[in-house]
């Protein structure tokens, strides 16, 4: 094996930094005029090394970042929008797009990568748990107003903005130690690593008592058994034995940690805001407004998620602030490029879970898909880092696998 020169060991060194950096959007970095979280220093610090990998940049990065700007550009241009947010989308979520799709073309850098989000997760799991210990009020580290950081009420958070924001990263962390836990080729290692995260992930996941984890577990978990099981016995015997021990985690789920949320109806109103808000995003794709409502414009929602709330007869209190799903929220304020532009990225998605093949591409093919699932139904902000990933996850590993 040739020795990595210093361009490959620096992209190392930024796809680790990156790995610990997605766990920590809560907090803002000090000392700047900018509310700029961990992750908006290192996009921008990211620059150098696209410039230094550009030459090997192929196809399937160009398509995703191609088709992003123009869905971008066409909607600045038509519908207008706020110039801050326009600037940290070309600035900051582009650029990490790019970065962290080079990052995980490179064998090093994503070996790096995925450790680093597997440490940020156990870190932020324990962080948690502490909290609901010791109380989260005294726990609370979170400095970035760019989020709304609104009381928990004895509901652990770590370092995200709240507790939904929190559970959708601890899907993801469980997706991708699942599949290096369960992929036959991981190392024994590297096996008993990934369980621990996952068990610690699952324990985070059940005391968080969060609706996310009713949506997005069940067909997550069957993803990533399909993905790494061979056709066998043993495999539809284990298939069958985790399907048992999803049900019992659900029930166990809803009978002990959430039967709280649901005496209070507070899990009935929350998902009813959540959908309200996903229906009035997907409005502009009927209303005619074939290029969104503007960069930034996330708080007209409100009109168009009372009108599908009453359609529906839908009860939650007060309007949603912003659309519910960063999927949707770019539908709704880029239009109809931006369906093409996502459409694209899934299809680069749906190529990698069919031809990744060792443990870490299968194990970060699932976290891309589970990216998909949380960003499409629980994270909300733009500024969220994780549920950009699965645009640029399959862009990397399929222009890892061309080079090779």
């Given at each position: 094996m040739t020795r990595a020169g210093p361009e490959r060991r620096a992209l190392a060194l930024w796809a680790m930094a990156a790995g610990l950096a997605l766990w920590a959007p809560a907090v803002a970095v000090p000392g700047l005029p900018l509310p700029l979280q961990p992750m908006d220093v290192l996009a921008i610090l990211g620059w150098p090394l696209i410039a230094v990998f550009l030459p090997r940049v192929r196809a399937s990065l160009v398509l995703v970042l191609g088709s992003g700007a123009a869905s971008v550009g066409l909607s600045w241009a038509v519908s207008g929008g706020e110039a801050l947010i326009l600037g940290w989308t070309i600035g900051c979520a582009f650029p990490a797009v790019a970065a962290?799709?080079?990052?995980?073309?490179?064998?090093?850098?994503?070996?790096?990568?995925?450790?680093?989000?597997m440490a940020?997760?156990?870190?932020?799991?324990?962080?948690?748990?502490?909290?609901?210990?010791?109380?989260?009020?005294?726990l609370d580290f979170r400095?970035?107003?760019a989020f709304r950081l609104p009381p928990q009420h004895g509901r652990g958070f770590a370092l995200f903005p709240e507790v939904s924001t929190f559970a959708a990263h601890m899907l993801l962390a469980l997706a991708l130690g699942m599949a290096l836990a369960l992929h036959p080729g991981t190392g024994r290692r590297a096996r008993r690593a990934a369980a621990g995260v996952v068990l610690l992930c699952l324990c985070a996941l059940i005391l968080s008592r969060s609706t996310s984890v009713l949506v997005v577990l069940p067909p997550l978990a069957v993803l990533v058994l399909a993905r790494t099981s061979r056709a066998s016995v043993n495999a539809l015997v284990l298939a069958g034995l985790a399907s048992l021990a999803l049900a019992g985690l659900i029930?166990?789920?809803?009978?002990?940690?959430?039967?709280?949320?649901l005496e209070t109806d507070a899990a009935t109103r929350s998902a009813a805001m959540r959908l309200a808000s996903i229906l009035g995003g997907l409005s502009p794709l009927v209303d005619g407004q074939v290029f969104g409502v503007g960069i930034g414009n996330n708080a007209l929602?409100?009109?168009?998620?009372?009108?599908?709330?009453?359609?529906?007869?839908?009860?939650?209190?007060?309007?949603?602030?912003?659309?519910?799903?960063?999927?949707?929220?770019?539908?709704f304020e880029e239009g109809w490029p931006a369906v093409v532009h996502l459409c694209a990225a899934g299809w680069l998605l749906a190529l990698v879970l069919a031809r990744a093949r060792g443990p870490v591409p299968v194990a970060l093919a699932c976290l891309a898909a589970a990216s998909l699932m949380t960003a499409g139904a629980v994270v909300g902000y733009r500024g969220i880092y994780a549920a950009w990933l699965w645009l640029a996850l399959p862009a990397g590993l399929l222009s890892g696998g061309q080079r090779a």
């Open positions: 962290l799709a080079l990052a995980v073309a490179d064998p090093l850098a994503r070996s790096w990568f995925t450790r680093a989000v940020g997760a156990a870190a932020s799991a324990l962080l948690f748990l502490a909290q609901l210990a010791l109380g989260a009020e005294a400095t970035n107003p029930a166990l789920f809803l009978q002990s940690v959430y039967a709280e949320r929602v409100r009109f168009p998620a009372f009108e599908a709330a009453r359609a529906l007869g839908l009860s939650f209190g007060r309007l949603p602030e912003g659309v519910n799903a960063q999927i949707v929220g770019r539908i």
